[in-house]
């Protein structure tokens, strides 16, 4: 156990001075000769991971989304973007500075941009599925619903009516843009971003991301949790057919 706690003290000292995240500073300093001091191990770190190096063939799996969906979006293949990415150095790159590459010098709309550097990032083991940069988690979830985008609203950011559907927990709004966006303090830990999008007279998409949370199994912990509030919420506010 102290073994353990000593690897996870390097670990995160690691990530704070190179910006890695969790799992890709864990494996350049389980690499690390033993020869090495402990001090010496974090000073001489490089500024960013290592590269993976996976095969063509793996980058669609590992980067979450089919080539054939992304070229038609995007206009390329992973193994394009990925040779694009590397000849400008995108794995030593923050991931807003890869961002920014994408959708400046490749005119990627913002979300299509985002999908290609978070792919990007899995294919070069510089995060999980479902990890950050900066070594947390975040998880989504999305559902449509028979109501107008109002009324999906309002169950979210009137207190009273968000009760009834969310019930045990204590969460702190921090901020509202009626009927598009609230942004949620979570008790147990983490930010949720909601998303509204209006689909007709009486159609509506709500999309959340619960982030910042700190391992992979709060995150699925968390997804199915999101799952069974939106049934609670569906039965809230969908009206009964007639």
């Known amino acids: ?111 299509w941009a985002q999908t290609v550097v978070v792919g990007y990032e899995r294919i070069r083991g510089l995060r999980a599925r479902g990890q950050q940069r900066n070594g947390t988690f975040a998880m989504t979830k999305s559902r449509t619903f028979n109501v107008n985008v109002t009324t999906l609203f309002d169950a979210w950011a009137n207190a009273g009516t968000r009760r009834r559907w969310l019930k045990d927990q204590n969460v702190r709004v921090r901020s509202t843009t009626a009927p598009k966006s609230m942004r949620i303090e979570w008790a147990g830990g983490g930010i949720v971003a909601v998303g509204f999008v209006d689909k007709g007279k009486r159609k509506s998409s709500v999309a959340l991301e619960h982030a910042k949370l700190p391992d992979r199994e709060t995150a699925d912990r968390l997804k199915q949790y999101w799952s069974e509030k939106m049934d609670a919420l569906g039965e809230l506010i969908t009206p009964s057919p007639t």
């Open 1 to 111: 156990m102290p073994r353990q706690k000593d690897l996870k003290r390097l670990v995160r000292a690691r990530m704070i001075k190179t910006g890695e995240a969790y799992t890709a500073a864990r494996a350049q300093i389980v690499r690390k000769p033993s020869g090495l001091t402990t001090s010496n191990n974090i000073a001489a770190a490089p500024r960013a991971a290592t590269p993976a190096h996976p095969s063509p063939k793996e980058y669609a799996a590992l980067a979450g989304i089919s080539d054939a969906a992304l070229k038609q979006k995007t206009g390329c293949t992973w193994e394009h973007w990925v040779k694009a990415l590397d000849h400008y150095g995108a794995a030593e790159m923050p991931h807003r500075d890869i961002a920014a590459l994408v959708k400046a010098k490749y005119k990627t709309p913002s979300w």
